[in-house]
DNA sequence: CGTCTCCTTGACCGGCCGGTCAAGGGTTCT
DNA sequence: AGAACCCTTGACCGGCCGGTCAAGGAGACG
């Protein structure tokens, strides 16, 4: 049987600064991490650093990456070959929701990567796909009838504000589990305020 | 008559330092817009900055507070007394819409300040408030039966959330215009997506 | 054993950053 | 005039930051 390295090479150590990092950039800010504080949190040099990255902010950009196309799977795991558009939004949504409390410190990455214009290409892309996604749904359920003949890209970013709004407010800040506030954030998006 | 000083002081300056701090701070980021970045786009040396703010980080915490209040003071002023709670809503949801469209680069400047702790406090504050002004509308629809009986503090943030990711997309990013937004908005919040 | 490759070390570098301060200018009082 | 007050200047400081690199393991292979 293979034994746990002591000192991890390789992929292993690759994924051990990316941990580190994403977890220090989400608590204490991009900027405020110094390289120099997560080498030494890792106990090692910062040529380690600079041997598996060839800068810090190609380490976050490839944190990004990786965290969207992770919740994609997710979704599109969720969603599988669900035929109804309505309870595949559905799905997606609770898909993201559980992503969301899996992965509470990636909520502040995204948000601080939205305002650097540095990153914010590559927040963009991921979420242009996420609408791509979702917008299909929207159109579908609109010509089989089942919803509101509304702008379906205005429809899409609403179910994407609601989700996460509430990802951010009951999940990320307040520790609630996902699938509680799925349901909540579900039935506002297909039935609104009214009575 | 008076004629505009060529070198403003007092109130002047200030307001100076804080609108051109602002604008850096929200295309190019906190952090990357240094003191000398700021000072020096507006041709005045450091000791001024230093003479109206104690510190980077207190201008910042100055121009979130003030920023949020005057949101705040938009939405109530649209809303006056008006008695239908649904209507009060609307009118608020509105009101941010338009507010957002003209401090557009305020919205970068909430997005970073949620995500760093230092900040994070002022802006949970100011949500608070949004989160508490906005609950008793629909507190007071559910109670009236105009609304359906969900959980309030869900529902308000469900608004929030379509809110402000229309604002973002369309108004921030895309550069439309407050009001068409806030229709497609507010008819999502109130109906939802089904037909 | 030597050698080759892969990884690690940490002192070091240039540069920038937030913040200080002694000195002086401009206005407005007396 | 001259004193008092308010504002402005910009050189300067200590410290940290992202990034470099010569040197040196450690294991694999022959």
Redesign the interface.
Known sequence: MSVKKLTPRGKDRRRQLMDFAAHRFA???Y??TSVAEIVSGLGVGKGVFYWYFSSKEELMLELLREAQHDLRRRQQQAIGDEPDP?ER?ALGMRASMAWFAENRHLY?LF??A????RFAGAMRRGQDVAVGDLVRH?KE?IVE???????PL??T??????????AR??IHERGESGDS?AD??I?????????
């Open positions: 608590e204490n800010g900027h405020p309505v939004i502040n948000e601080f939205r305002t650097e214009e929207v359920g009838g089942r919803m509101r003949d509304a702008d205005m429809l970013h609403a179910i994407l504000g609601v989700t996460s709004q509430l407010e009951f506030v909540h954030a039935s506002f998006c297909l039935r609104g305020l009214l009575a």
